[in-house]
């Protein structure tokens, strides 16, 4: 898709469709005024016969045009006006996308941009909003289609997007560069998140990361492969890989853009490509969806690849802990007893509380090889995380105040969000073990503050975050599939430290 900024008046467009706005009450906007008056009254008259009423995610096509230049104009609901914040705009482009989506032309210009957001003033931001909810919507996973499959076929492939003035243009053209960076780096957490576990192995993802620093020059890759871990001392990753044929790897992907000696910014992602719980297996039902739990590897991949195609000046490092997560003769069992890369030891209770092993090796690895200014960890880490927050936030927790602000407003600015959660010295307590440093889960109770405690104790010495994405990471039900999360919040993050360098 081509995506491009204008700035003119709807009446004169020579494209397939123009897409304005009503609002609640049948209030046409602006723009939908301009072209009411250059058609003779057209979309009153829809308005009057009770086909658009403005009512929010509201669509209507308007064909047969007289007095006007485009093919076809698009109705969009937009709800009350004085309630068109930031969440109804982000709906109001989604019920446009789905429309144009269907539709046979090929390219439209959209004048919702145009729109007073509540709360929002920068064009940029309404621009690259709009651009990342269409690439949502226009997203399909067609890799693993067998030939006579019929994939989607879309007409559209040019999308212009309206400012006011001309005046407004370089914000909204930053806001283009930045939505196609951030949405094709989602696209690439998606795709990967979406493939079958044996496909996504841990010697995949190690390629894929190969591959992206064959493409993006400014990305040197650097595989650790398990006897490198071996010599390290990583027994809590090796012993989750354990029970898999399918041999760990250690991937790291540095993208040192900024100052020489400007300390990096990491990045680390749980990548257990397939979760079976272990020796602790997971109920069978549902357990498809557990090729899922590398959604924060594929989220460290995109962030990575969208700060290069942005060419932010930072410096940022990737780290993944690849394996699988399976029963097996040799397989590490409830009992047993690892010892950490750090040095600590960790009595196993429970081998499907897995992730946090690996990313406690990833978290020494970081600290012993880098001297981060930040790192931030992402994993689908607990289901407990998932009762507590549901499907709309990330749990978030952190030992430093400014970065943990850093990173909600972030999220909340780029529609990623993020919510702050206790890393109370209390819970420590629930971890204690008679046999070793620390067990491995903290039982039920605040079992998503547990899992962040744990991992706390391996970066202790590190301005740290941990994104639980447990609930973000991917839909169930009838829109199953990868979401992308957090990538957006991650490359904006990266954005705010390039232009700022604060948090």
Known sequence: MEYLVKSGSPEKQRVGCVVVGIFDRRKPSTQAEALDEASGGLIASVMRRGDMDGKLGQTTLLHGLENLFCDRILLVGCGKERDFNTRAYRQACQAAAKELDAMGGVDAAIYLTELNVKGRDDFGWQVKQALLTFEDVFYRFEACRGPDYEKHSRKLSRIVFQVPRRSDLPAAERGVDEGVATANGVKFAKDLGNLPGNICTPTYLAEQATALADAQKTIKTNVLEESDMESLGMGALLGVSRGSRQPAKLIVME???????????????????????????????????????????????GAVQAAAELGLPINVVGVVPATENLPDGNAYKPGDILTSMSGQTIEVLNTDAEGRLALADALTYVERNYQPDAVVDMATLTGACV????????????????????????????????????????????????????????????GSITAASFLHRFARKLRWAHLDIAGVAWKSGKEKGATGRPVGLLVQYLIERANTGNA
Do not use: C
């Not at 749980?270 to 997971?282: L, R």
């Not at 927050?389 to 999220?411: M, Q």
């Open 387 to 446: 009762v507590a927050l549901g499907s709309h936030a990330a749990g978030l927790w952190s030992n430093n105040s400014p970065l943990r602000r850093s990173l909600r407003d972030a999220g909340e600015l780029v529609g990623d969000r993020a919510w702050p959660m206790p890393l109370w010295e209390e819970y420590q307590s629930q971890l204690d073990s008679n046999f070793a440093d620390m067990a491995n889960v903290g039982g039920k109770e605040g």
């Open 255 to 301: 993208y040192m853009a900024g100052p020489k000696n400007a300390k990096p910014i990491v990045l680390v992602g749980k990548g257990v490509t397939f979760d079976a719980g272990g020796i602790s297996i997971k109920p069978g039902a549902g357990m498809d969806e557990m090729k899922y739990d590398m959604g924060g590897a594929a989220s460290v991949f």
